[in-house]
């Protein structure tokens, strides 16, 4: 999928990809460019909801950066070892989860997330 594919078919479900990274590699005994981690996902892209989005303001976004923006109000942005709150865990479960809802059409529980074999 290229990135303008990505972007229709998210703006489709009424999400706005502000911004997403690809990571290549190169496979040294090939000589072959590899991409190396995962893609268009709420830690490697942020996610607006196009309905709410307005130009100036600072959106809702269903990605990591509502992790982000608690680790730096806390002054824990870039320690090792942080112990989350309970409520932080759940708020960036649940962004995580919504965005998924939205592209992929189904919701998974948690229960799902911590099955064994998972």
């Known amino acids: ?3 303008s594919q990505a972007r229709s078919y998210a703006i489709e479900r009424g999400i706005i990809i502000a911004d997403t990274k690809f990571e290549f590699g190169l496979d040294e005994t090939t000589d072959e460019v590899m991409l ?5 996902t709420p830690d490697s892209s942020r996610f607006w909801p196009v309905a ?3 130009v100036g ?3 809702e976004s269903f990605d990591k950066q509502y992790l982000r923006d608690w680790l730096t109000k806390n002054d824990l942005k870039g320690h090792a070892g942080v112990e989350l709150p309970d409520e932080v865990v759940k708020k960036t479960q649940e962004k995580y989860q919504e965005v998924y809802k939205r592209l992929v059409g189904w919701q998974w529980t948690s229960a799902e997330l911590s099955a064994p074999g998972q």
Request: aromatic share 8%.
């Open 52 to 54: 709410s989005y307005r």
């Open 1 to 3: 999928m290229t990135s």
């Open 36 to 40: 190396v981690d995962e893609i268009l």
């Open 57 to 59: 303001q600072t959106p």
